[in-house]
């Protein structure tokens, strides 16, 4: 069984379109996170999620949207694609925060690329 | 603000050493290393918690230097499936997770 899992791996989509990536984690963490990988392999955080509750909302444009329904999902919603969106998106997983064991459990990720 | 690693990218043969290092500007609650394979995603190698603490795994070791700000990852005897590229984090307040730009690591035969 996949600890992290994402779908889909793959987005190939036009500008101006709406995309959702959704994950879920079996490990039964408490804490969630999008994490954006450009084409510099720069990872960076974009949201964090404890227990359903928003706690980390980097400066993200509103056209990207979270959505936690239940501690073992994280969705991503992201409105009116631009072309600097395309990017490799990771979902990852922690318990009780990092502050106590320190390691994310990513997702294989989902590349998006916007035509 | 983001840990700045060094050096951004290493070339070794089978067996060499390295060191990668991570400094902040920032004091630093703990320092956690990952390593990202091509086309995979980012997996933990581990985290360092408090000054003077040292870690290893197989031929893998880390220090950190608190009062220094900043963290080395000490790569042994490596070998091929050490090629990846290598990010340092730092913990920010609200247990955000910053990482540094990453090394790029290969190893060739």
């Known amino acids: 069984d996949t600890a992290v899992s994402q779908t889909p791996k793959y987005l190939v989509t036009q500008m101006g379109n709406d995309k959702s990536i959704k994950c879920e984690q079996n490990l039964g963490h408490d804490t969630m996170y999008w994490y954006k990988q450009d084409s510099k392999k720069f990872l960076k955080i974009m949201f964090s999620?404890?227990?359903?509750?928003?706690?980390i909302n980097e400066t993200v444009p509103n056209r990207f949207s979270p959505k936690s329904p239940d501690k073992a999902h994280l969705n991503l919603h992201i409105n009116s694609l631009e072309l600097g969106d395309s990017a490799v998106y990771f979902c990852?997983?922690?318990?009780?925060?990092?502050?106590?064991?320190?390691?994310?459990?990513f997702g294989e990720g989902s590349r998006l690329t916007v035509l | 603000q983001q840990p700045v690693q060094s050096p951004q990218a290493v070339i070794l043969r089978e067996g060499e050493d390295a060191v990668i290092n991570c400094s902040s500007s920032?004091?630093?609650?703990?320092v956690h290393w990952y390593r990202q394979k091509h086309g995979e995603a980012p997996v933990f190698l581990m985290i360092?918690?408090?000054?003077?603490e040292q870690k290893g795994h197989d031929k893998i070791s880390a220090s950190f230097n608190e009062k220094k700000q900043q963290s080395s990852l000490y790569l042994t005897a490596s070998q091929l499936s050490y090629s990846g590229t290598y990010f340092c984090?730092?913990?920010?307040?609200?247990?955000?997770?910053?990482f540094g730009a990453g090394t790029i690591l290969r190893v060739k035969s």
């Open positions: 920032k004091a630093l609650y703990s």
């Open positions: 999620y404890n227990n359903k509750e928003l706690i």
């Open positions: 984090g730092t913990l920010e307040y609200g247990n955000k997770l910053v």
């Open positions: 990852a997983s922690s318990r009780l925060g990092q502050r106590n064991t320190g390691e994310l459990f």
């Open positions: 360092l918690l408090k000054g003077g």
